[in-house]
């Protein structure tokens, strides 16, 4: 597998940041995909999206299958016709939130069988659906493979037993996808926090061959410290030519610490989920915009940032807005949060192409501890 043309223009230590060039557009790294769950990013209008920078979305395979349907979105066009995302979408296997969302779920080596949590009917999630859902009927540019999210503080013997499950899961995942010209296939590196079974996790993956290799198993409640020395062993073993994808991460400073570590991509509902209960995010870390202190407070939220939602509304108006109830209140957070998360794969792209990613860490950091004290 070769996989859509990845060009890295620089490197600065570990840090990459280059270009994936699809057929549906080009992807800047290190990029912030934003998570658009059942082909919408809530609260935001694509064109939004899309003015903030963004050049990639992530759809959520689970949510699609049940409502409104695989097959109906392929009926009405595709996920990009109906969702009106004209760039690449990356989605997701669907078994992540499958172990996150629904119940009475039953697992095989054949697959996952689960009933809906809207409705209750039953479906099922084999390698090849899961595949046959993102690449035919969702119209995916880029697919993962069915794995298995290992759970954090799990044996090893449990690791090892969930590993291998990913990487027959990614066999038959690869099988099903074949030979693909306009479309990628991701693979996924498992093996919890050991580090002799992440590298065998990434050399099993790389027999298989995959155009571009996650990093799963993280963000599910290891911690920060955890989450760096996970990837400090893992990264070194994928291929420095290919895109490398940390699932579901993550707060600023995780995106920062980890493009120091090599990782290319991420997704995380962070953005859109924290800005529908008043968060909003900067390099200081997040402020809750509903407190007191910003009941006439007539800064904006940040207008370095060029987005109208961080740059023409004051902070008391905003506030107001959460205390109201009003519509408006999500949609302009969630916007100047997405807006924040793209300024800065921006900023940090800049800096590895300068050489001055290592200053421009220090200097994050030293802002996100300012903000924490
Ligand atoms: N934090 C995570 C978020 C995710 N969407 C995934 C996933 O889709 N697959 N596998 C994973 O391990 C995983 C971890």
Redesign the pocket.
């Known amino acids: 597998m070769t996989g859509f043309p990845f060009d890295i223009h620089a490197t600065d230590g570990a840090a990459r940041t280059g270009v994936l060039k699809t057929p549906r557009g080009e992807i800047r790294t290190p990029a912030f995909m934003p998570v658009g769950t059942a082909g919408t990013v809530k609260a935001l209008y694509m064109d939004q999206v899309r003015d903030t920078g963004a050049d990639i979305i992530l759809g959520n395979t689970y949510h699609l299958m049940l409502r409104p349907g695989a097959e109906r979105v392929k009926r009405l066009g595709g996920l990009h016709k109906f969702s009106t995302w004209q760039g690449p979408i990356l989605t997701?296997?669907g078994?992540?939130?499958v172990w996150s969302l629904s119940k009475l779920r039953k697992m095989t080596e054949d697959g996952v069988t689960f009933r809906s949590h809207i409705d209750g009917s039953e479906h099922k999630l084999s390698p090849e659906r899961s595949i046959e859902i993102q690449a035919d009927l969702l119209g995916a540019d880029i697919s993962?493979q069915l794995?298995?999210?290992?759970a954090f503080g799990c044996s090893k013997a449990e690791a090892k037993a969930s590993m291998d499950l990913?990487v027959r899961w990614g066999e038959r995942s690869k099988t099903a996808f074949g030979a693909r010209e306009a479309q990628n296939l991701f693979g996924?590196v498992?093996g919890s926090v050991f580090e002799d079974l992440r590298r065998e996790s990434a050399e099993r993956l790389i027999g298989t061959g995959y155009d571009g290799y996650?990093i799963?198993?993280?963000?599910?409640g290891e911690g920060f410290e955890t989450m760096c020395e996970v990837l400090d062993f893992t990264t070194p073993h994928l291929p420095h030519e290919r895109p490398r994808y940390l699932?579901?991460?993550g707060k600023p400073i995780d995106l920062v610490e980890s493009v120091a570590r090599g990782v290319d991509m991420f997704?995380c509902v962070l953005p859109t989920r924290s800005g529908r209960h008043g968060q909003a995010w900067s390099d200081y870390g997040p402020i809750n915009i509903k407190r007191a202190e910003f009941i006439e407070d007539e800064r904006p939220l940040n207008p370095a940032i060029d987005c109208p939602a961080s740059r023409d509304y004051s902070r008391a108006y905003l506030n107001h807005l959460f205390r109201s109830g009003e519509y408006l209140s999500a949609m302009l957070l969630s916007w100047h949060n997405i807006a924040y998360f793209e300024d800065l794969t921006a900023r940090m792209r800049a800096a590895i192409a300068a050489g001055t990613f290592d200053a421009f860490r220090r200097d994050f950091r030293a802002k996100w501890e300012e903000g924490r004290a």
Do not use: K, W
Not at 216 to 220: C, D, E, H, R, T
């Open positions: 997701d296997s078994g992540f939130q993962m794995d298995e999210c290992t990913s996924i498992q996650a799963g198993g993280l963000a599910v699932m579901g991460v997704d």
